[in-house]
């Protein structure tokens, strides 16, 4: 049964760790980039694995396609949609790569996107742009977020009768901020502009209804949040442009010489390859909603991340970007920080050759140091000039780690960095 446990209730809580194997000289705060699977979903991946390397014939030609399927109905469940839909990645960024390979675009065309999305994202659509002529532009949202109607006309008044397509995330990398796709996806339907939502933070975090939030395409990472296996991203298209989405791999599709019908089957299979990941989705799915229960895993780490935003902000004095509502942050705290000073700086000059004022430098720096001299796994992310350290809070996490991360920066700062 799903755990019945107050957010706050530190004993009982202490008993999840148990759930997962982490090395025990790391205090790791990272689980938004890459978050570690427990010992259920490993396991149930390793049988897959033991199945294909026992008898390799029959795993693929007898039980990959049917457990490949069971896999995508369960995800698609998950998130709000039809299994049809659906298609595994790797990655969100495979998926990404996906819909800017297959999307029309010409030139004069513009793809519009905002200052919050991952820097590999900006990578893919600039390069699409480029190849068609067209323009990528990014629009710098209003800082501190206030309200969900202000974001969305500060995007959309960048919009012309040009543009083709937004590009958003629904949980930004960079500064940990939810933002209101929905309403983007309304706003743009109205003047014919295609959405693709960037979700890798959103899944497990937020209850996703890729439905009724009506996007064009929906790229995500299941290895974060929802504590898949590495390797276990997808790409949802809806319906009305799954016609244009071209496989990055040609193979057989399916396993030869069943017959290709639906755009979905491109992808089942694109060449000899170990899905084990795939098929230990539904074992992660299951892990969160049955042994520990989605409500408890959403209150837990959003209090987590309160009581890390609470403390963190006392280092520097700083306004974090949104307001304490979980509205807009969910199980990620970021918290800006002060700039680096004084001898610090020739230290990170030396350790990241460059200019040793220059913000990344000194984020990297940082982040860098915190491992180095606290084993401490946390990014430190530069965003418009500004530190800010973005702290992921999963069920493995607690309060001590917490206040070991600030008792460890508040030692950095004192000394400059």
């Known amino acids: 049964m799903p755990l019945d446990l107050a957010p706050d209730d530190h004993d009982a809580w202490r008993a999840v760790r148990a759930y997962w194997s982490l090395r025990p000289d790391t205090t790791y705060l990272n689980h938004g980039s890459f978050g570690p699977p427990p010992l259920a979903v490993r396991q149930a991946r390793r049988q897959w694995q033991d199945q294909l390397d026992e008898q390799p014939m029959d795993f693929f030609i007898r039980r990959f396609e049917p457990a490949w399927h069971e896999a995508r109905q369960a995800l698609a469940r998950f998130v709000g949609t039809r299994p049809e839909n659906l298609v595994f990645v790797d990655n969100a960024t495979v998926g990404m790569n996906i819909v800017a390979d297959s999307f029309p675009l010409s030139a004069g065309d513009k793809v519009l996107m905002n200052d919050h999305e991952y820097g590999a994202v900006k990578r893919i659509w600039q390069r699409a742009c480029d190849g068609a002529g067209a323009s990528l532009v990014t629009v710098e949202l209003p800082l501190p977020f206030r309200t969900a ?36 996806c309304r706003r743009a339907r109205q003047r014919g502009i295609a959405v693709a939502i960037d979700g890798p933070h959103a899944v497990a975090q937020l209850p996703v209804n890729t439905d009724a939030i009506d996007c064009d395409f929906y790229t995500a990472s299941c290895h974060k949040w929802l504590s898949a296996p590495f390797g276990t991203g997808y790409l949802y298209v809806a319906p009305r442009r799954q016609a244009s989405i071209r496989p990055p791999v040609l193979s057989w599709g399916r396993v030869p010489p069943t017959p290709l019908t639906t755009w979905a089957d491109e992808f089942v299979w694109s060449g000899t390859c170990d899905p084990s990941a795939w098929l230990a989705i539904p074992a992660a799915i299951e892990f969160l909603e049955t042994t520990i229960g989605l409500t408890a895993f959403r209150t837990r780490s959003h209090w987590l991340a309160q009581y890390a935003r609470r403390k963190l902000m006392t280092l520097g004095g700083q306004t974090p970007l949104v307001p304490d509502d979980a509205a807009w942050y969910t199980s990620m705290a970021h918290v800006p920080l002060p700039p680096a000073n004084g001898a610090a700086l020739s230290a990170q000059a030396r350790e990241f050759p460059g200019d040793g004022t220059n913000d990344a430098t000194q984020a990297r720096a940082l982040q860098a140091a915190l491992w180095r001299e606290l084993q401490i796994e946390v990014p430190i992310i530069e965003f418009r000039g500004e530190r800010y350290v973005r702290v992921s809070c999963h069920l493995y996490n607690d309060t001590g780690q917490i206040d070991t991360l600030y008792a460890g920066l508040a030692d950095l700062l004192r000394q400059g960095w």
């Open 149 to 184: 109607e202000e974001t969305v006309d500060a995007l959309l008044a960048a919009a012309t009768e040009r543009t083709r397509l937004i590009v958003v995330s629904h949980i930004t990398s960079p500064t940990a901020v939810t933002l209101p796709v929905a309403e983007i």
